[in-house]
């Protein structure tokens, strides 16, 4: 018989005590991760805040509708253009811009000139629309009367906003365009293009290439002289040159009608130098030309260049303008006369014309001497 132990009364289990810094410390942790989940909810949402208003200015929503003007200058860096984008009110971020230019080399495809642009345009649309091959790139219809100079049609050009007088001259001095007839005139000089920007009536992009606007001139010059071109050979007695010079006279010297009368006195004082002129051309227009433009004076026949005519025989340096088709054509084919002298009646603003130097003066003194033209 096995032994029994007494009964005792039995202790109570005492639970383990949990310590007050422990019970903090899960405290703390449900609180932080509470407030994790909040800023991740808060960060969310601002992050989708930003996010909408980026959106907004890249795709071009809820912006109030403006139309602008942009010109893109050919010296302009991407940087200013987003600039001028900015100051336009186009787009609210220029840092955007700059991101989406990065990835889409919107640097490459933005092209010089000027657009006009609005709001409802996205980043996307906007390079599109400042590229060369835009329908929002502004034009100008731009008449280049017969007779201006070169530094006249380049102002010109300027003042309507095509390109500038300075890149003008820049291009026609240095850059060497693929025409035949053009190889023997020397760069350096952009006067070697005068008498070859034919007058006409253009339409220029605003802010176009400088190369591209004297191009289409010297374009137009190739086409209407194409029927003509060959027959100048190192044989002919005049060259192209020599053509071109003559006709800028004859276009600067007429009275509008008589052309081809005006190129038989500049023939018959070049081929008979022992008569009348005995050589010099006497052309006043030359004088005018050296002069910038201001009625000659007796002091501008002593002006020593080989454009006064009045001072060197023969033809001058070059031509002093550019000549239209009329006038060309009058130097191709020059009536035949025996005319040496013309003067400008006052009254009927139309030129008479003489064989001798008596029949001149007489002419001079009944029209008066600021008449005496040639």
Do not use: C
């Not at 010296?75 to 700059?98: A, P, R, T």
């Not at 693929?178 to 008498?195: A, M, V």
């Not at 050979?233 to 020599?242: F, G, K, M, V, W």
């Not at 600067?252 to 008589?258: F, L, P, Q, R, S």
């Amino acid at each position: 018989m096995s032994e029994q132990r007494p009964n005792t009364p039995q202790q109570p289990q005492r639970r383990p005590r949990v310590s007050r810094n422990k019970s903090k410390t899960r405290r703390s942790k449900a609180a932080g991760a509470l407030l994790y989940v909040l800023f991740i909810v808060g960060m969310s949402a601002v992050l989708a805040t930003v996010g909408w208003i980026w959106a907004n200015d890249l795709l071009a929503l809820n912006k109030e509708y403006t139309s602008v003007i942009v010109t893109v200058g050919n010296d302009e860096s991407f940087g200013e253009v987003v600039d001028n984008l900015k100051d336009e009110g186009l787009i609210e971020y220029k840092f955007l811009f700059h991101l989406y230019g990065l990835f889409s080399n919107a640097d490459d495809k933005i092209t010089p000139g000027t657009y006009e642009l609005n709001t409802d345009m996205d980043y996307r649309a906007l390079v599109t629309n400042m590229s060369s091959s835009s329908s929002t790139r502004q034009t100008i219809d731009i008449t280049i009367p017969e007779g201006y100079t070169i530094d006249q049609t380049f102002q010109l050009l300027e003042e309507k906003g095509v390109t500038t007088a300075e890149q003008l001259q820049d291009m026609s001095a240095n850059w060497d365009y693929n025409f035949t007839w053009l190889k023997s005139l020397p760069l350096g000089d952009y006067h070697r293009l005068e008498g070859y920007l034919f007058p006409d009536t253009y339409t220029f992009y605003l802010g176009e290439d400088p190369k591209y606007v004297l191009n289409k001139m010297l374009v137009n010059f190739e086409s209407k002289m194409g029927d003509y071109l060959d027959q100048f050979t190192e044989e002919s007695q005049y060259s192209l040159h020599d053509i071109v010079t003559i006709a800028s006279m004859i276009e600067k010297e007429t009275d509008g009608e008589d052309y081809s009368k005006i190129a038989s006195v500049i023939y018959n004082r070049l081929k008979n130098t022992s008569a009348e002129t005995q050589g010099y051309l006497q052309i006043d227009a030359t004088l005018v030309y050296l002069n910038g433009g201001k009625t000659p004076s007796e002091a501008d026949k002593s002006i020593d260049s080989p454009y006064n005519t009045y001072l060197y025989k023969g033809l001058p340096a070059g031509p002093i303008s550019n000549p239209g088709m009329k006038a060309l054509y009058a130097a191709i084919k020059p009536e035949n006369t025996s005319y040496y002298y013309y003067v400008l009646n006052p009254d009927t603003k139309k030129h008479e014309f003489t064989k001798t130097y008596a029949q001149h003066q007489v002419l001079v003194e009944k029209y008066g001497t600021a008449n005496e033209e040639g």
